[in-house]
């Protein structure tokens, strides 16, 4: 029986730029850059290609049957910058025992735009009807009748949230999506976790449905709202933090309004999952932590010197979708397994560096 996933927001095409080298003299060009096209693994036009939570999510689930909806695939025209993410490739050492040996492919973590191929420019208060056009023609293509097993809101880069609080007509068609979707609803918010309106909104939208909606948060952007959560923390430090905070802004307004079971993802390679009991109000009925250590500790808190492997929290989100997509032993235990699994892929990605294809296979 063929699985179904509708699948909202993020709708940013996310390209790797590699410095142009130049053979003769065994340097590189000061502001020279190619696509690299490995890491695209685009089509012949590579203005062309779906969204990278999509490309993600249907390699790790491998299934010939498997519907994705709304079926759709963007042409980015160049003249619209703020459609195109570029982070730009540079080689760092492969690990930090041997920094002349070696190098690979990572992120420059302080390279990071939204531009076009030719220029490229730092991130600002771009024109939005280029992405509301697009978030529209997604929300037409929900019909009244459908009726997935998972529903993904991927609020990311504020196309979803922002498209979803202008438009009474986009939350209707959510309103009735949320309800008729029939196994779990994944919520992965990044960056913006203190945006009370939306908040709100998600609140009455996932109202009733709670028990089957899981939320996947970064710790980082929570600090960046305001809590304080010690960085390079000992695990049980970490976790007596966040528990802590589940009735204080801004995840009172998530835990139990919102879902009853939250994902919470660490720079260090641990995820803490948290589940609602329905006899407390506040404190989670259970909890497990999965941590994987990064053997190369130096070069993880270091990318400046070692560079950053970005993917964590997509990886995270298509590794939930594709274990709760195969699994029958229960949404607890799916997510369970999902984030070990998302942990162990990125760690291995991470020591790789963007090898091949940036499209990760290892949660297979």
Not at 111 to 123: D, Q, T
Not at 296 to 314: E, V
Request: glycine share 6%; net charge positive; hydrophobic share 35%.
């Amino acid at each position: 029986m063929s699985k179904s996933i509708f699948l909202l927001g993020d709708v940013v095409r996310h390209v790797y730029l590699k410095p142009v080298e130049d053979k003769n003299a065994h340097f590189e060009k000061k502001g020279k850059y190619k696509v690299y096209t490995q890491a695209m693994k685009s089509s012949d036009n590579r203005m062309e290609c779906p969204p990278i939570i999509k490309q993600i999510i249907v390699k790790a689930i491998n299934d010939q049957n498997l519907i994705i909806k709304p079926d759709y695939k963007f042409t980015y025209a160049s003249d619209k910058p703020e459609l195109s993410l570029f982070r730009i490739l540079k080689k760092f050492p492969k690990t930090s025992e041997k920094t002349d040996g070696k190098k690979v492919f990572r992120a420059d973590p302080s390279s990071e735009y939204f531009g076009s191929e030719l220029i490229l420019i730092p991130p600002s208060g771009s024109d939005k009807s280029e992405k509301f056009a697009i978030m529209q023609e997604l929300f037409n293509k929900i019909n009244d009748d459908d009726q997935p097993n998972l529903l993904v809101l991927c609020d990311r880069n504020s196309e979803l949230r922002d498209f979803i609080k202008t438009e009474t007509g986009a939350q209707t068609k959510l309103k009735t999506l949320l309800g008729n979707t029939q196994q779990a609803i994944v919520v992965g918010i990044k960056e913006c976790i203190k945006d009370d309106t939306w908040l709100s909104i998600l609140a009455k939208l996932t109202e009733g449905h709670q028990e089957k909606c899981i939320v996947i948060l970064s710790v980082d952007d929570l600090r960046n709202a305001g809590l304080s959560i010690t960085e390079h923390g000992t695990i049980e430090q970490n976790i007596r933090e966040i528990v802590g905070y589940l009735d204080e802004e801004p995840l009172n307004k998530i835990w139990r309004k919102i879902c009853q079971h939250l994902v919470f993802i660490f720079r260090e390679n641990l995820v803490l999952c948290l589940n609602a009991d329905s006899s407390n109000d506040i404190y989670p009925g259970n909890g497990t932590y999965h941590y994987c250590p990064y053997f190369d500790r130096p070069a993880q808190i270091r990318p400046g010197l070692y560079g950053k492997m970005p993917g964590k929290f997509t990886i995270m989100v298509a590794s939930i979708v594709k274990h709760l997509c195969e699994s029958v032993c229960g949404l607890e235990k799916s997510i369970n397994i999902a984030v070990r699994l998302g942990i162990l892929a990125y760690v291995n990605i991470s020591s790789m560096g963007i090898a091949i294809v940036i499209i990760p296979l290892l949660m297979q």
